[in-house]
Structures are given as structure tokens and as C-alpha cells.
């Protein structure tokens, strides 16, 4: 069984900066990637970033620019968000997510609990 544990999340005056964690733990193996998504009520999770363990990262247009994924999802199975020029819109809960295989070689699929990020003056 493979845990996901946000951190970070709170209260924040637009154009702020606030710093996920996501910490893995449990029967891993290897992990293949790592994640971000935000949710806000009444819509669909919306996928924020991705960090592959050859380091590769990608981002949604949303926060290209502004957001910056970066862990060592290899090793250490941490996984950091850094969130800069915050905006209203960004408020949401956000969520950690990770694909790998666990210690029996079983493919796992894993979100955390999520963080609540409040962008508001």
C-alpha cells in the first residue's frame, strides 16, 4: 500500500507564493511519476503539473511560467510544488498523485488527501 501526504496548503494574498510537499511512502518500489491537480467544487480535477523520474516536467498553460514542479520522486519519493504570482483562480484544493510499482512488482495509482490553497485579499 503506497501513501500520499500533502502539505503547504493555507492562506495567501494574490500575487503571493506558497510551497507544496508530497511525501510517498508505504510498499514502494519505483516510482514512474508524479503529479499535481486542483479541484475546485462543482468542476473536474484538473491536472497543474508532472515531474517523470528522469527529471522531464510538464505544465499546464494555466500556470506555465509561474509554477514550478520539482522532487526527487527517484529516491527520496518527495514531490514539491512552488507557487508563485498567485492568483484568485488558483484557489483550490490541490492534490498529489503517483504511478509506480510496489515492493510485489503490482502497479499502483495513488492520490493524497489534498491541500487546501486559499489565494484571497
Known amino acids: 500500500q503506497v501513501q500520499l501526504v500533502e502539505s503547504g496548503g493555507g492562506l495567501v494574498q494574490p500575487g503571493g507564493s506558497l510551497r507544496l510537499s508530497c511525501a510517498a511512502s508505504?510498499?514502494?518500489?519505483?516510482?514512474?511519476?508524479m503529479d499535481w491537480y486542483r479541484q475546485t467544487p462543482g468542476h473536474q480535477r484538473e491536472w497543474v503539473a508532472t515531474?517523470?523520474?528522469?527529471?522531464?516536467?510538464?505544465y499546464a498553460d494555466s500556470v506555465k511560467g509561474r509554477f514550478t514542479i520539482s522532487g526527487d520522486i527517484a529516491a527520496e519519493f518527495m514531490l514539491y510544488l512552488q507557487m508563485n504570482s498567485l492568483k484568485p483562480e488558483d484557489t483550490a484544493v490541490y492534490y498529489c498523485?503517483?504511478?509506480?510499482?510496489?515492493?510485489?512488482?503490482?502497479?499502483?495509482?495513488?492520490w493524497g488527501q489534498g491541500t487546501q490553497v486559499l489565494v484571497s485579499s
Open positions: 498523485h503517483a504511478v509506480g510499482s510496489d515492493l510485489t512488482w503490482t502497479d499502483f495509482d495513488s
Open positions: 508505504g510498499s514502494i518500489f519505483s516510482i514512474i511519476s
Open positions: 515531474i517523470i523520474r528522469d527529471g522531464t516536467t510538464t
